[in-house]
């Protein structure tokens, strides 16, 4: 916290923003706006949220008076968040000159600044007199942190845009809604991580898309359906997924970082209202519990035209993709292999990717077909058409899942790259390169891969292999259940 003229205590860094010139003049528009909601006493806090490197929102709740002077000053915050993985260990060695990651601004670990993007400011419909907004991470010297997976994802619309187009992404989400069996936590269920909650069916399940399945989902279905409204998400359907307890949303396709931004704040807003409601909600993509069904994300995308010419996607020549989605098609299959890891950020996630399992295996394109990586979806020539990604988990980082594929398709346009053959028949049985089928496979995709260094900075590259690594670490360390069932008894 500092002091500005006339003795105003600031919870940045005084005129940080205005300094440095970090709002755009939509940017600007909107902080006044949200002044004057503030002005009016109906909120008494705001939630600053940042979107870390695992895609999960972290941040601190701010009185109304401070976060008006953090429209200007931006807020302190702990630089420390960047160095935990999934279970909150530390995976860099700390207080080395330039924090472990070659970073000067890193040494001891200094507060960063967040800077929230007024356009994403709303109000909590759960929570009275509370308001919600995103934020940008910055050092105090107003260099943008290099490890913000939002500022990755603007950076490469940005680059759609030097192109002349727009990116467009829509979500379709799945996961599970469980009943835990009690609400207390003992003292030896904390830790990093603590155990798993222990949970029962919220639903019977096993009935793909049961009405009556439906029903039994219907309470807490209206809960978010009316929140998730309520916070300007474009909501389209809702639906009984395979597992029991397993639902599938989908949202509206959104042009920019609206998308990962939607689904940031649709997994908060689900995980805090199924909570308040004594239900949990899970994305994780393959709980270990008997007959839960994997779960998936598959991210929906386009390119538009931004002078005006409509969908970038769309054939005028009978074939199912213009030249520019067969090329954007091209450049995801080309980079599928190391691009895993932001689609797939967990153990977990790989084993879903199995064959005949509605996830893909392999790197391939089809026309309306559920096996395929890459879905393509619409007739030849309609304005509506676009591809589907079906490789990527619930649990991705939607600033790096978006983000990884409009970069692969974007080299895949400019390079004016050549898809290899639609497949007409099994995409399980296609001539096909493979997915990886560990994390660790993956990660070893990525560090010998030149591309995403390229596009995301070598910087971020090493500072995410450093993080998977650790996670990996930790796991290939434990005696896992199967492993013990398998030999205990036996030798």
């Not at 003049?25 to 503030?38: M, N, P, Y």
């Not at 999934?86 to 080395?96: K, Q």
């Not at 929230?116 to 919600?132: H, K, L, N, V, Y």
């Not at 959104?254 to 998308?259: D, E, Y």
Request: charged share 20%; hydrophobic share 40%.
């Amino acid at each position: 916290m500092s002091v500005g003229n006339g003795g105003v205590q600031h919870v940045g860094a005084g005129d940080f923003i205005e300094r440095f010139g970090l709002y755009t003049e939509e940017q600007a528009a909107a902080a006044d706006d949200v002044r004057g909601r503030l002005a009016s006493g109906e909120l008494r806090s705001v939630r600053v949220v940042w979107a870390d490197q695992h895609g999960v929102s972290r941040g601190k709740l701010l009185s109304a008076r401070d976060f008006e002077t953090a429209l200007s000053s931006g807020m302190d915050f702990q630089g420390a968040a960047l160095i935990m993985d999934t279970g909150n260990h530390v995976f860099t060695p700390l207080f080395v000159q330039g924090g472990g990651f070659g970073i000067p601004e890193f040494t001891g670990f200094p507060d960063v600044v967040l800077v929230p993007d007024p356009t994403t400011f709303r109000t909590i419909p759960w929570a009275p007199g509370e308001a919600w907004v995103l934020s940008d991470m910055y050092f105090r010297n107003g260099k943008p942190v290099p490890f913000s997976t939002r500022a990755i994802l603007r950076s490469q619309v940005q680059a759609a845009a030097d192109l002349g187009y727009g990116f467009v992404a829509g979500l379709e989400v799945e996961f599970y809604i469980t009943v835990p069996e009690r609400s207390e936590i003992r003292p030896e269920e904390t830790g990093q991580p603590p155990p798993p909650p222990a949970v029962r069916p919220v639903a019977q399940g096993y009935q793909y898309l049961s009405e009556s399945r439906l029903v039994e989902l219907a309470p807490i279905l209206r809960v978010l359906r009316d929140n998730l409204e309520a916070l300007g998400l474009p909501l389209r359907t809702m639906e009984d997924e395979w597992g029991p307890g397993q639902c599938e949303f989908t949202f509206g396709p959104v042009a920019g970082v609206s998308g990962a931004d939607n689904m940031l704040l649709f997994r908060t807003a689900t995980k805090q209202l199924c909570r308040l409601h004594g239900l949990h909600a899970t994305f994780m993509s393959r709980p270990a519990l008997p007959n839960f069904f994997s779960s998936g994300w598959h991210l929906h995308q386009s390119l538009t035209h931004l002078d005006g010419g409509g969908n970038a996607f769309r054939s005028t020549d009978g074939e199912v993709l213009s030249e520019v989605g067969r090329h954007y098609v091209a450049g995801l299959i080309e980079h599928a292999v190391p691009m895993s890891v932001f689609c797939n950020p967990t153990i977990t996630g790989y084993k879903r990717l199995k064959p005949y399992s509605f996830a893909p295996d392999r790197a391939n394109w089809a026309r309306e077909n559920r096996g395929a990586m890459v879905r393509v979806q619409g007739e030849p020539g309609e304005e509506g058409t676009h591809i589907e990604n079906r490789s990527g988990e619930p649990a991705a980082n939607p600033y790096l899942y978006l983000a990884s594929n409009l970069a692969a398709g974007l080299d895949g346009v400019r390079r004016k790259l050549t898809p290899p053959p639609i497949v007409d028949g099994d995409p399980y049985a296609s001539e096909s390169t493979m997915l990886p089928t560990t994390l660790w496979e993956a990660v070893d995709a990525l560090e010998a891969d030149d591309f995403f260094v390229q596009e995301f900075g070598r910087p971020f590259i090493d500072y995410l292999i450093m993080a998977k690594r650790s996670e990996i670490g930790r796991f290939l360390s434990e005696v896992t259940d199967w492993e013990h069932r398998e030999y205990f008894e036996f030798y």
